[in-house]
């Protein structure tokens, strides 16, 4: 299945119980709108996304409950089960999943390396990467939803208005996560790669990461 935002026609329906032997720690769940806060969401982030959550299991990968971690409007951060999501969201939830490896070209400006001038750094997925990503979005459970931030991100969009303000492409702004798609995009900065490079983590809408190469659409959930 190729990178990218998935297309209708390469959409594949998989029941969760089917599902939960594919997902994997840290795979991101990207929902296409079925509300008018989703829908408005989803058209000033210029595509049909409007919510980002994260996979993680309560204990042991596929042994354990899956679980859903999230910051969801009017809610808050929060960890729900996958259940609970489907009784909504059934054929809305599309699953996604970072690169498992990626190689990064560094220019060395004091020398060569195998008569080269460039070298790689090589980076991997792992279950402990995995591990580490969720960690850092679950710290953010309980945690009031970042209405303040959505209206800073909304400027940039107003006509007018986004003139005055400059763009931002600062990634460690900490104090500014507690909107789902930019706290799924800090920890992906922080433990693996920026999903969306040029683009501040806390500036990134949930099309931003839909779009992003960094990574690939799996399948769609629906109820068993």
Wanted: proline share 5%; aromatic share 12%.
């Amino acid at each position: 299945m190729s990178a990218g935002v998935a297309c209708r026609n390469d959409r594949r329906n998989i029941p969760l119980k089917i599902a939960t032997t594919y997902i994997n720690e840290g795979d991101i769940f990207l929902y296409r709108s079925n509300s008018l806060i989703g829908w408005c969401i989803s058209r000033y982030g210029g595509g049909e996304y409007s919510h980002v959550a994260v996979a993680s299991y309560r204990g042991v990968p596929h042994f354990s409950a899956l679980e859903v971690v999230e910051q969801r409007e009017f809610k808050g951060g929060r960890i729900v089960s996958i259940e609970s999501q489907l009784d909504e969201y059934s054929g809305f939830i599309d699953v996604y999943r970072p690169l498992l490896k990626i190689e990064i070209p560094k220019f060395q400006a004091n020398g060569k390396i195998n008569g080269s001038a460039f070298s790689v750094e090589t980076k991997l997925w792992t279950p402990e990467t995995a591990r580490a990503f969720t960690d850092e979005v679950r710290r953010f459970a309980g945690k009031p939803y970042g209405w303040k931030l959505i209206w800073q991100m909304a400027k940039h969009y107003m006509p007018g208005i986004r003139l005055l303000y400059p763009q931002n492409t600062r990634d460690d702004v900490e104090n500014k996560l507690n909107v789902c798609s930019t706290l799924a995009a800090f920890g992906l900065w922080k433990h693996y790669r920026d999903p969306c490079p040029n683009l501040a983590t806390h500036m990134t809408t949930p099309n931003d990461l839909a779009r992003s190469s960094l990574l690939n659409y799996l399948f769609t959930l629906v109820r068993d």
